[in-house]
């Protein structure tokens, strides 16, 4: 698909979708390559049109802290961007993935005095900052067996692409402690583990696990 051919861009007339061209490219990425370090400047606007990426941190103790999955379509930190500030975290790819690179200084010169584009942005932005309130309150509160029956439920359809130790890493739990959940899952015949790759065999009872 052509970038105009996203529904971000249904606003934009043929010679705005031109000009959206100009200043656009699609780019492929291998699973694990890096998009951006904490602290690099913004001068792109990344469209993610297929593919995971994830947004992380490290803490003081140099571990991982994954802040966001994102998957396709979506826009990639445009908070930075919109901001005029330096990415505020790190996002690397979890598969082969494909992005828009979009020149922002000229995006929002053509662009961003479009009421349209602007919501459009907005709303992304919206969306990323309900799911940081999700995330952190996800992690405070809800123990490991609610945290990995709630991940597995929804986000069924990438579980083929991640590992255990993957999803470990997304919930911030331990190897081990997934380990044995998921061998709790497997022997209740709710879930199938086939060389770490995770079936939902059913998702009524899966859903009751996290559900009150």
């Keep these: 698909m052509n970038i105009h051919e996203y529904y971000f861009f249904d606003s934009l007339d043929e010679k705005e979708k031109k000009e959206l061209e100009k200043i656009s490219r699609k780019k492929s990425y291998k699973k694990d390559e890096i998009l951006f370090y904490k602290g690099d400047e913004a001068k792109y606007l990344y469209l993610l049109v297929s593919g995971i990426v994830k947004v992380y941190k490290h803490d003081y103790k140099d571990n991982e802290i994954i802040i966001h999955n994102l998957r396709s379509p979506t826009f990639i930190a445009e ?50 900052i309900k799911a940081l309130e999700n995330f952190i309150n996800f992690n405070i ?63 009524k009872k899966l859903k009751e696990l996290f559900q009150f």
């Design 79 to 128: 908070i930075a961007n919109y901001e005029e500030i330096p990415y505020p975290a790190n996002c690397s790819f979890e598969v082969d993935s494909e992005v828009y690179v979009i020149e922002y200084n000229k995006f929002k010169e053509n662009f961003l005095y479009k009421p349209e584009i602007s919501m459009m942005l907005i709303k992304s932005l919206t969306k990323k």
């Design 141 to 203: 509160t809800a123990d490991s067996n609610i945290k990995i029956t709630q991940f597995l439920y929804e986000n069924e359809d990438i579980l083929s692409s991640l590992r255990q130790v993957k999803i470990a890493s997304i919930l911030n739990i331990t190897p081990e402690t997934l380990s044995r959940k998921i061998s709790k899952l497997k022997k209740d015949k709710i879930i199938e583990n086939n060389k770490g790759h995770i079936k939902i065999l059913d998702h």
